[in-house]
């Protein structure tokens, strides 16, 4: 009944979340930290499950702040 991502940072597993299968929904949130600059932020489908794009207008978000200490 569930969907399973994974947050990868330079091909690094750092997060790993489920979603619930619905039609036309996905979502999450993570907070992460990057510590290597530049990096590659991938979300994958770490599920044994198919994850198709509805016929519903896609739309995804993304924040980035930078934070110094």
Do not use: C, K
């Not at 569930?2 to 979603?19: E, K, Q, R, W």
């Not at 509805?54 to 995804?60: D, F, H, K, N």
Request: proline share 6%; hydrophobic share 45%.
């Amino acid at each position: 009944t569930d969907v399973h991502f994974t947050l990868l940072i330079n091909d690094v597993p750092y997060s790993m979340g489920a979603s619930p299968i619905v039609t036309g929904q996905v979502s999450g949130s993570a907070l992460i930290t990057i510590t290597i600059n530049p990096s590659i932020v991938r979300l994958v489908n770490s599920s044994s499950d198919v994850v198709n794009f509805a016929t519903t207008p896609v739309q995804g978000n993304i924040v980035i702040l930078e934070l110094s200490v």
